[in-house]
């Protein structure tokens, strides 16, 4: 990083930290999400670069009003079992593997979050376990996150050039509290991050599966007492945030959906849409999950972990993926 991009980079961090901000800024909102948009203009300019099974300008209009579209029956059984496959080499023999887990569990406090060798593997095939960024090490998973049928909805609702942000593996459902996305999985452009939950198997309804609000996307943005992102600074906790949403959104009359989508199925879902998981009543119940964030080039032009290193990128499909600088060993190792 030039002395230039520094200095640059400095003066946002001083800016975030004195002024923070209160909304998403105006200037810098994708296309979609300023005050009436065009949909068929922008479709008639900027047609679909792949042929899609789905109508682009129906769901981009659920979007724009709902916050949220699923896009049915689009990702080829085989895929998914290809890449269900990886993660059961994954869990079965994590000696071998270099990746980050996080498994919340109070017998691994204080340091929930760690190289996948110091878990045992009976704790990473129960509940309470994330598998960061597992993309890194599997090729599979990056053909899953970038399948055309998504890449081509990202595109429309950014109108830029995509990025993969990180992902999440579940063998379980999260039972997470209603939040919101950008106020945790921060780019440099908070507005420009957007998420897709691929299921891996049928979602049961005892299975803790996920809800959100529709139109929750709109909601007045809540203050952590340091802006509208979360920092170590915060004033507000995750539980007040939670509270916030759930009260929000039943005073502004947003339906409150328990989604239960089937394998081959995408939910993509807007930055600021609320959204939560279910308690698990069958303990025994699986909720195979592969959860996958993108941004933008220009809002995160970077690994979001290492912003002053110029990343090493592969591109599927036309997405970027950058690679792991923690890991670079474990760059597609499972192929």
């Known amino acids: 990083m030039s002395i230039l991009q520094r200095i640059k980079r400095k003066s946002e961090v001083l800016k975030d930290k004195y002024f923070p901000l209160k909304e998403f800024d105006a200037a810098t909102l994708p296309w979609i999400d300023k005050p009436n948009p065009d949909i068929a203009g922008f479709l008639k300019k900027n047609p679909p670069r792949y042929d899609v099974p789905y109508d682009m300008a129906d769901k981009l209009r659920n979007w724009e009003q709902n916050g949220y579209v699923v896009l049915e029956k689009i990702i080829p059984e085989e895929m998914i079992d290809k890449f269900w496959g990886d993660f059961q080499e994954l869990v079965n023999h994590p000696d071998k593997y270099d990746l980050s887990v996080r498994i919340d ?74 939040h919101q996305d950008y106020p945790w999985v921060t780019a440099k452009i908070p507005s420009h991050l957007a998420a897709a939950w691929i299921a891996l198997e049928d979602i049961k309804i005892d299975s803790g599966p996920l809800y959100y609000y529709i139109g929750s996307h709109r909601m007045p943005k809540f203050n952590f007492g340091s802006g509208i992102l979360f ?20 005073e502004l009359h947003y339906p409150k959906e328990t989604l239960l989508i089937k394998k081959g199925d995408v939910l993509i879902w807007h930055a600021a849409l609320a959204h939560g998981g279910s308690m698990i009543t069958n303990p025994e119940q699986t909720r195979k999950s592969f959860v996958c964030h993108y941004s933008t080039e220009q809002a995160l032009p970077f690994h979001r972990n290492f912003p002053a290193q110029v990343p090493v990128k592969q591109d599927y499909n036309g997405i970027a993926i950058y690679n792991n600088p923690i890991f670079p060993q474990s760059e597609d190792v499972l192929k």
């Not at 204080?110 to 376990?129: C, D, S, T, W």
């Not at 049928?149 to 429309?156: D, G, K, V």
């Open 231 to 250: 920092k170590p600074d915060s004033t507000k906790s995750p539980l007040e945030f939670a509270d916030y949403l759930d009260t929000k959104g039943k």
């Open 105 to 178: 569990l109070d017998e691994f406090k204080p340091n929930q979050e760690r190289n996948i060798k110091e878990f045992p593997k009976k704790a990473l095939q129960g509940k309470y376990v994330k598998i960061n960024d597992f993309h890194n090490s599997s090729v599979a998973g990056k053909k899953l996150m970038t399948h055309p049928y998504i890449t081509s909805f990202l595109e429309a609702i950014f109108n830029q050039k995509v990025v993969v942000m990180q992902s999440l593996v579940f063998m379980y459902g999260s039972q997470q509290p209603s």
